[in-house]
């Protein structure tokens, strides 16, 4: 629980072309046209993303880089250069972090205390994926045309941002509950839902026990990138531990595509998922009114292509972040 | 500036059997008898570095696992697996993290603020490297018998871990000085202490400018793992910028090694690097009053081979940790 709570008091979203097709397409600040962006690669468009992402911020929160304390940065690329090479031109303080796709999470977590514990005025948190990249680098490249079975998830192309500052206007983080890494064993790196359903189980109840909370305390519990197969696992899960979530409970990756005429199959992944959908989507509907309570849990699964090759199961992890509008709640 | 400075309360380092005969081994904790380790693979070896050293940091500091409010860890790994593999039956919230080599004192500014700002009452921070699992990764596989270029480093083997805590004896963590990313334009990924001096350089200068502090504040001034050439840089820019360090400076890469007999060409590097040299040697001077003031500066360069295949310039990153063993100093 944060003594002196944090606010977001800005957020930004840029995604891909088919992210721009999807059922939140109205919600981002930016569809960009093409995958490669102008870029040479699509390592460097994505570094691009996280950079034009962490410029969009600034600007819709009214600051200079010179106001941001810190910028905390992650992304699922091999040392994570998307968010190295992105941020190099910032000048800002830098801590770079690593929990797959849970490291939006991560960040505003790493953030929130940052800022409550006075270390910090602003910070930005900053995260991306892109399907081109992440096909590539995790499973197969893209020209082999290799058929996805229908467990898989959808890589996001897309990077979402938030600014935690001391003052200003915008929903509060009241309370984080930071994950363990969980593994149930599970080795099929195209069912990752499966895999990092334990974890946001294991969060998700720890938080409801540390805190006193209860499903009935929020209006949205929102994992980051469980996909179809995911969701069951989690409800039923949830619900074997005394916790019904399900009229209040989503997935990231269940809203940002829509699945029955974008071929997805499980849903929407990676670092971009959470990211955007909070950023974008999320952030806004807490602006309105819409949202009061929300309990945003970014769920990563921890895996390599060497771990994988070398027969490893998927350890998984889940952090979750408490945003309310009314702190006294 | 931490407002109730933490003290670290425990270290341990174990380190492969390059290192068990260079000049600090009756330092470490444990020497492996070969890169394996009983493990099937380099990287599975690389994740018992890391769990083996997360017990013996409990084990030395008196603690149970239960009583861990987080653990922080980070590797050379593509997606960081040693830690996430090594930390997975842990029970212990996580934070991973990426600076490269820097990652040591990345996530000892980290552990000190959750520490400081009352997050937690006791943190362990741990990293590793490995010189099979990071040759194979970053240059080339070690079958190849690839000749390296003199101005290369050896990539530690070996992990170090402290534990950070608000009570208990050990010297104390009073100030953070958290590095931007620099890239001066440097490519070549044989030379990485070239790329990462001008990191350190500025983290140095920013540090002192920060907190009114002055190259005689400090007994010791350690880098990361900046090497042979590195050294010669840091020490000629940071007096370009009006401070000089040459007699209070040494570098945990030109520390490990005897240079001279191993051949290991520009000194050490890797995670591991400054990692171990603090926690089996720099924190045995403090604890028995030879060292009194460190100014501990991880270094690190955030490049992948993606990066270097594409053309890419190597961001550099150094994080400073002030250490002392009498606060009121």
């Known amino acids: 629980m944060l003594q002196n709570p944090p606010r977001i008091t800005s957020t930004a979203s840029i995604v891909g072309p088919k992210e721009g097709k999807g059922p939140l397409r109205l919600f981002f600040d930016n569809i960009i046209e093409d995958e490669m962006w102008g870029e040479k690669s699509w390592e460097k468009a994505e570094s691009k993303l996280i950079r034009e992402t962490f410029s969009k911020v600034l600007q819709k929160g009214n600051k200079t880089s ?19 090479f992105g941020l190099r031109e910032s000048d800002v303080p830098f801590f770079g972090v690593y929990g797959a796709c849970s490291t939006i999470a991560e960040s505003m977590s790493i953030g929130a205390m940052l800022v409550d514990g006075g270390f910090a005025d602003n910070v930005v948190c900053i995260t991306s994926s ?68 334990p974890a946001a189980v294991d969060t998700i109840v720890t938080h409801f026990k540390d805190t006193g909370f209860t499903p009935e305390s929020y209006d949205l519990i929102l994992t980051g990138d469980l996909g179809a197969i995911g969701r069951e696992i989690c409800v039923e899960l949830t619900r074997e531990q005394g916790f019904n979530i399900e009229n209040i409970y989503n997935d990231c990756g269940l809203m940002i595509y829509d699945r029955e005429k974008q071929d997805t199959h499980a849903g929407g992944s990676g670092c971009g998922c959470a990211a955007t959908v909070f950023a974008g989507f999320v952030y806004k509907k807490l602006m309105d009114g819409t949202l009061k309570n929300v309990l945003f849990v970014a769920t990563g699964a921890l895996l390599s292509p060497v771990s994988t090759q070398q027969g490893e199961s998927i350890p998984s992890i889940a952090h979750a972040i408490s945003i309310t509008t009314s702190p006294e709640r």
């Open 130 to 197: 892109h399907f081109c990249s992440a096909e590539k680098q995790f499973r197969f490249p893209l020209e082999l045309g290799t058929q996805r079975p229908p467990s898989a998830q959808w890589t996001v192309t897309g990077s979402g941002g938030v600014l935690i500052s001391n003052d200003g206007s915008g929903p509060y983080i009241t309370h984080i509950t930071t994950g363990k890494i969980v593994d149930m064993g599970i080795k099929d790196a195209n069912n990752m839902g499966a895999a990092m359903a």
């Open 66 to 84: 010179q106001e941001i304390d810190y910028v905390i940065s992650g992304d699922l690329l091999n040392q994570c250069i998307a968010a190295n």
